[in-house]
């Protein structure tokens, strides 16, 4: 066993006694190991597994889109409902993370987190009229949107959380990589309808259900408070209060931009293809396959990279050869080469949602964090739902080669929202700025002012 390695506070041997108030809690919370305890790694291992699920469920409907389209026979802008329904589910978990938390700690989160996806997926399976999915997928949505703020928040404040959100993360892409193979794969190899793949998500939901309980059940409300309301005095940090820190609303309008761009790439790539790029269904479905596996392995590899060299040069320069590799998909009229450059795109954008978590733990106390990285992971993942729903829309009048146009922008736009955040391109320098209470655009505005003074040089 590594001697360096100091054992943080184990959630569970916080000694609270009944009569313990929120006021006489005084000792401060410890940064945590995902190895310290046998607890730990059960957890951190659900984690994954949950994250493995909400990709599989996410990657699964870009996949399956064309046939149900094809099955309700409706056009592009009503199948895009399936996309804008579950930011209603997103933004109720926004809004109620950090109410969960402190009424019944993380396994409330544990419990309904996968109970709401199970009531959005098993309508599915009897594939009911068509304006009953955009209904049952809000669901959907507030399952994923809860775990996913709830696991971000946990995994982002423990030791080497970049390399350990990219894991995180990289779960989440591996789901989305093979949730589309085996959609595309049912349907176009065993001759299935699109609704049978949603046998295969209730058994795998209901596990979760399971496993997810059994490992957070003494993570409950009082352990919450023990551990993170000490910093206040005992007072809860309400949403309210970290939507008045301007560093939460630029980490959460970048994510909504960058989950916007994943879930609308991901959601039609599978359509490009067929009706622009003319590829044959099973290789259609193959495309999206690799732009999620892209997405897992830079998740997984970059996360070692970004935290030696920075965050804020590190997703700098991922967002800038994502630009590029965009722009290369959308003017490169070849199957292949489309392929590969959505394959490219997805491994650039792999580690920004882990990076802007990072962020936020760096640039905010350490109160804030749940709530705040709550917020933005929740209304980030909005993304998923207005930006697709958006693409078809638009795609129902001017075609879906519209998918290209808009996702550049919102790269440009994200890339924008970054330079924002307060610190240097330098290792260390989210950090510096928290010390020296950087204001947010202050790093950008040095640099206008140095390309300025140079060009008049």
Same mark, same amino acid.
């Given at each position: ?7 943080? +506070? ?56 064309p046939y149900i389209e094809t099955y309700y026979n409706i056009s592009y802008t009503a199948v895009s409902l399936v996309f804008l329904s579950p930011f209603i589910g997103y ?20 419990? @309904? ?10 309508? @599915? ?33 423990? &030791?080497? *959380? ?15 990589? =093979?949730?589309?193979?085996? *959609? ?13 793949? /949603? ?6 939901? #209901?596990?979760?259900?399971? #496993? ?16 993170? @309301?000490?910093?206040? #005095? #005992?007072?809860?940090? %309400?949403?309210? %209060? ?26 039609? =790539? ?24 892209? !997405? ?11 935290? +030696? ?5 590190? =997703? ?18 070849? /199957? ?20 802007? =978590?990072?962020?936020? %733990?760096? !640039?905010?106390?350490?109160?804030? &964090? ?55 391109? +330098? ?31």
């Open positions: 066993m590594d001697e360096s390695i100091t054992p943080a +506070r184990d959630p569970e041997k916080v000694d609270i006694s009944e009569e313990t108030t929120d006021e006489e809690v005084t000792a401060p919370p410890l940064q945590q190991r995902w190895n310290e305890s046998t607890t730990n790694m059960v957890r951190f291992f659900s984690t994954i597994y949950a994250f493995i699920l909400m990709g599989m469920t996410d990657g699964a409907v870009g996949a399956l889109l933004t109720l978990a926004a809004l109620t993370n950090s109410l969960v938390h402190h009424h019944f700690g993380q396994v409330g989160i544990a419990v @309904l987190g996968p109970i709401c996806r199970l009531i959005g997926i098993l309508p @599915l399976v009897f594939h009911p009229p068509y304006p009953v999915l955009p209904v049952v997928l809000a669901f959907t949505g507030y399952g994923n949107g809860i775990e996913d703020s709830a696991w971000n928040a946990w995994v982002g404040n423990m &030791h080497n *959380a970049n390399e350990l959100l990219g894991l995180l993360h990289g779960a989440y892409g591996l789901g989305a990589t =093979i949730g589309p193979l085996i *959609a595309t794969a049912m349907v176009t190899k065993g001759g299935l309808q699109w609704y049978t793949f /949603y046998y295969v998500m209730i058994g795998l939901d #209901g596990l979760a259900l399971v #496993g997810l309980t059994t490992a957070f059940w003494r993570a409950t409300a009082k352990v919450y408070r023990a551990q993170f @309301l000490d910093a206040t #005095g #005992g007072k809860r940090t %309400t949403t309210r %209060t970290v939507l008045k820190e301007p560093i939460t609303w630029i980490l959460a309008f970048f994510l909504l931009g960058y989950v916007g761009a994943e879930v609308s790439l991901g959601g039609w =790539i599978v359509t490009f293809m067929l009706r622009v790029r003319h590829a044959e269904p099973f290789l259609a479905g193959l495309s999206v396959t690799f732009f999620w596996l892209g !997405l897992t392995v830079g998740r997984v590899v970059l996360g070692f990279v970004t935290g +030696r060299i920075g965050e804020k040069l590190a =997703i700098t320069a991922y967002l800038v050869l994502s630009i590029v590799m965009q722009v290369l998909y959308w003017t490169v009229p070849n /199957y292949a080469a489309s392929t590969t450059f959505a394959t490219f795109l997805g491994f650039f954008l792999g580690p920004l949602f882990p990076a802007a =978590i990072v962020a936020a %733990t760096k !640039l905010l106390p350490s109160d804030y &964090h749940v709530s705040a990285i709550g917020f933005a992971a929740a209304f980030g993942g909005g993304g998923a739902a207005l930006f697709p729903f958006a693409v078809g829309a638009i795609a129902q009048s001017k075609g879906v080669e519209v998918l290209q146009p808009i996702c550049l922008a919102i790269l440009i736009f994200i890339l924008l929202m970054w330079w924002f955040l307060p610190g240097g391109l +330098r290792p260390g320098g989210l950090e510096k700025a928290r010390e020296e209470g950087e204001k947010v655009g202050d790093g950008f505005k040095r640099v206008v002012k140095r390309v300025r003074g140079e060009g008049r040089g």
